[in-house]
């Protein structure tokens, strides 16, 4: 556990750009109610790290960070919900909107899609780069009710563009563009893939409810390794 709770913490240290890679919903629409809000921490992404820079000193696979933020579900109709969340990391905030459909229901059981996008920025203090990543998403969930509880498996699959933007202050002649001024710009743009299934437990009393989830999430890191990483996380809400 020790060593566990020394790995995460190395890694969020080290991470830049993070995404949010939970799902901590169900495929069960807010309806009757009318909107769930709720607060969750998560274990997230690290996209500068999906891909590998022989020049890095860092490991060759992906690292995670966790990411704290606020979700919130929108009844529009008895089977359709808008859904949006904005989290922050240790250096980075992002975003996410989207819509949750139920597509099958029979007596306990439910189906629904969840197509969203994404976006998120990294906080630079020093003004040397800039870090954008935009993105879409698609969750397929399979949900079964016992009473007032329910259990979800989920599958999820995410494209990222990541955009970087490095502001070079000296010359360095083996990459260095036909530019004049004070500093030259070195452009970055990479095409991002991973998904993961997880599995979760909403807990409802009266109007409160508790989601905790884990699950798994694979990335193939370009120039690097292939890398599994765990995820975990938790949300708080209440709905009305």
Not at 182 to 201: F, T
Request: glycine content about 8%.
């Amino acid at each position: 556990m020790l060593k566990l709770a020394c790995a995460l913490l190395a890694l969020s240290l080290s991470a830049c750009a993070v995404i949010d890679i939970s799902i901590l919903d169900t495929a069960l629409p807010v309806a009757p109610q009318e909107y769930q809000i709720a607060v969750f921490q998560a274990l997230g992404l690290d996209l500068k790290s999906v891909v590998y820079d022989e020049y890095s000193s860092d490991e060759p696979g992906a690292s995670a960070d966790i990411v704290s933020g606020i979700k919130t579900n929108i009844s529009l109709n008895p089977e359709l919900d808008l859904q949006a969340r904005a989290y922050s990391a240790s250096n980075s905030w992002g975003g996410k909107i989207g819509l949750k459909k139920l597509m099958y229901q029979e007596g306990r059981n439910y189906l629904a899609l969840a197509p969203a996008f994404s976006y998120v920025q990294e906080m630079n203090n020093e003004n040397d780069f800039d870090v954008q990543v935009f993105g879409a998403e698609m969750q397929i969930l399979f949900s079964q009710k016992w009473g007032n509880q329910s259990g979800t498996i989920a599958i999820r699959g995410n494209y990222n563009k990541y955009l970087e933007e490095i502001r070079h202050d000296e010359e360095l002649p083996d990459i260095r563009p036909d530019e004049e001024g004070p500093y030259w710009v070195e452009n970055k743009e990479y095409d991002v893939l991973h998904a993961g299934i997880r599995a979760n437990l909403c807990l409802k009393y009266k109007f409160l409810y508790f989601i905790p989830e884990i699950g798994v999430e694979g990335i193939p890191v370009k120039n690097g390794v292939f890398t599994v990483l765990p995820s975990f996380g938790y949300a708080l809400g209440i709905e009305f």
